[in-house]
């Protein structure tokens, strides 16, 4: 059976990834096959990771596979989440930093005349 797939995000791998697993999985992706004119575009500057794919794929199992590989060695701010509705998957990258290292200034002061 066939499904479409829509794959977008990044992520930022862990300090002590072991790159060769990252390496092997990268590779792999790469490969997937599509039947129809579909893309793949991965993109990594150590430590972050961006993987854009579209297109139908004859299977999904696989890929999920090899992206089970890579969430482990992502950094705890980092996920990968993979839902299917009937011919579709959507793979979704995520990289978000902790609340405490964002730092809010006020950039004007309300004033509510009464």
């Known amino acids: 059976m066939m499904e479409y797939l829509e794959m977008r995000g990044e992520v930022k791998l862990k300090d002590d990834a072991d790159l060769p697993v990252v390496s092997e999985v990268l590779s792999k992706l790469v490969e997937t096959e599509f039947v129809d004119t579909g893309f793949i575009d991965i993109r990594r500057k150590d430590p972050v990771l961006s993987i854009y794919a ?50 809010l200034e006020p950039y004007d002061l309300l004033v509510v005349a009464q």
């Open 54 to 103: 579209e297109g139908t794929i004859s299977e999904s199992y696989s890929l999920r596979a090899q992206l089970r590989k890579l969430q482990n060695q992502l950094s705890e701010t980092s996920m990968i989440g993979v839902t299917s509705e009937r011919w579709e998957t959507l793979v979704i990258l995520k990289h978000s930093e902790p609340v405490s290292a964002l730092s």
